[in-house]
């Protein structure tokens, strides 16, 4: 007998797409709760705020044999959760909690080695693994909640507190890592192998360390902490980069009822890469970079920039219609790079 499908006249989800279906998913909940990377709950009065996070990663869209050994499966699952805590302002991690899919002929020595770079990732910060479950399935996949905690005496980082003239900054170079997965995905003798072939060794390696091994910017959300000039109340607009550098500003442009300026001039390019053919599009929207993007008080984000090696001044917050990006010289954003979607 034919499988019968429900019939629906309404939009599917390749016709909403990630951010519409986010939106729509938020009326389900109090206000604002789907708008940043991780949610706050206040537990106890006088209490830093816990906050959590929930990502789930399948094979084949986010990592695959190929590309990706199972321990930096692992890690990788590890360091998106932990970065949407740094994004949201978090100092200190308390552990994740993981749910396992898998097909029942997934070899042990897999998960174990994405249970150990789980760890691994984990340990730098002191988290550890709280629990999970696992399931059979016909494709793997990993669903990692995140638990951290603000620092004392600081508030969270959210993409809806930017103001027009804050600066817009992030804390190091993109496009690495979507350079090391195109050095990895290289077939032998392929066009793209033979473009890639001369490519300094050392710039190599570091793109395949930051596609295999992203490390969140927990250094960077202290450094923020320490670099506040005295007298200025807490207001950071930001969240992470895993979508691309330029999605990300756009959706904090967007939540602050913001436009933003790029300056092409500026753009947190690795130098040895700048050079290749693609730079600038991998740069802007390649992707799974996890730095963060943060719009400050011009003073603030100078004071950041002093403190902490690597930031760089990308643009500006302005006046302008929600979302719009523009470049600084006064030319169009046209159809820039618009970062990784779901469902298209």
Do not use: K
Request: with cysteine; hydrophobic share 45%; charged share 20%.
């Amino acid at each position: 007998m034919a499988e019968v499908r429900p019939t629906s006249a309404g939009p599917t989800l390749a016709d909403l797409g990630e951010w519409e279906l986010i939106r729509r998913l938020g009326a389900f909940a109090p206000p604002g709760q789907f708008n940043d990377d991780a949610a706050l709950l206040t537990l106890a009065a006088g209490e830093p705020p816990l906050v959590l996070n929930t990502d789930v990663l399948v094979e084949g869209i986010h990592f695959s044999e190929r590309t990706t050994g199972a321990a930096d499966v692992g890690w990788r699952a590890a360091a998106a959760n932990l970065s949407d805590l740094a994004a949201m302002g978090a100092t200190t991690v308390v552990g994740l909690t993981v749910g396992l899919v898998a097909p029942a002929d997934t070899p042990w020595a897999w998960v174990e080695g994405v249970y150990g770079g789980l760890r691994e990732a984990l340990a730098p910060e002191g988290g550890v693994l709280l629990g999970g479950d696992c399931s059979g399935g016909g494709q793997r996949v990993l669903a990692i909640t995140a638990l951290g905690r603000l620092a004392a005496g600081a508030g969270p980082v959210r993409r809806s507190d930017g103001r027009p003239g804050d600066r817009l900054v992030c804390t190091g170079p993109h496009g690495l890592s979507r350079l090391g997965l195109a050095l990895l995905q290289a077939e032998p003798g392929g066009v793209q192998a033979a473009a890639l072939a001369g490519l300094d060794p050392d710039l190599r390696q570091r793109a395949i360390d930051a596609h295999r091994r992203p490390r969140p910017r927990f250094d960077a959300v202290r450094a923020l902490i320490d670099s506040r000039p005295a007298g200025l109340t807490w207001r950071v607009g930001g969240c992470d980069s895993s979508d691309g550098l330029a999605a990300a500003v756009a959706a904090i442009a967007a939540a602050s009822d913001c436009g933003a300026r790029l300056d092409r001039s500026r753009l947190p390019l690795d130098a040895a890469m700048a050079p290749l053919d693609g730079a600038e599009s991998w740069c802007l929207g390649g992707g799974e970079d996890f730095e963060l993007v943060l719009a400050l008080p011009p003073a603030w984000a100078d004071a950041l920039a002093m403190r902490l090696a690597g930031v760089h001044p990308i643009g500006e917050l302005v006046a302008a219609s929600p979302g719009t990006l523009n470049w600084q010289d006064g030319s169009s954003w046209a159809d820039g790079p618009a970062g990784f979607q779901h469902f298209h």
